[in-house]
């Protein structure tokens, strides 16, 4: 069952909050959909799981995550770090929506005040009736702060490479427990 945050705890820094549940994704945003097949079976779809709700998956490709929950729900909060030492920027997000059903895992989570972006980003794990798994990064998003405008169009390559990064990781995650 995927559940939505309610609007009125809702802090969100953009007006299409839920919108990576729904096809098409709004206009006006920079979109991202990328998928890896993660492998086969029950135990790979659960590991894949767990370790996207948990942060896990995150963690392990290179960001630092601070979360206020071990496990998402709506209206979680968590701050990820992006870049390296001096570099390293602060993005805080609200988790808006989560799905723990029998073939689908996995969470949304919108930019707060203060992230270099603005817009919306789902991780999805999801297996097929032949047992296939997928995990799918599904995002729009457009700058939100002078040096994400200055960057232009390599903020979205960016984006695009991370979200396969993170599959590599939990393909391995997921297939090694």
Known sequence: MTRLISAGRDTVNYPDRGATAHRPLPAGY?????RTRLGHG???FEGAGTAVTTFHAHRTSGMRVQA???AV???????VGIGLGPLRIDAPCQVIWTAYE????GFAYGTLAGHPECGEESFIVD???DGTVWFTVTAFSRPNTWYTRLAGPVVPFLQLRYARRLGHHLRRLATTG
């Open 102 to 105: 029998p073939a689908r895992i």
């Open 68 to 70: 206020d929950v071990g």
């Open 30 to 34: 920079n979109h991202l959909r990328h």
């Open 42 to 44: 029950r135990a790979v």
């Open 127 to 129: 297996m097929d009736p």
């Open 73 to 79: 729900r709506p209206g979680s909060r968590v701050v």
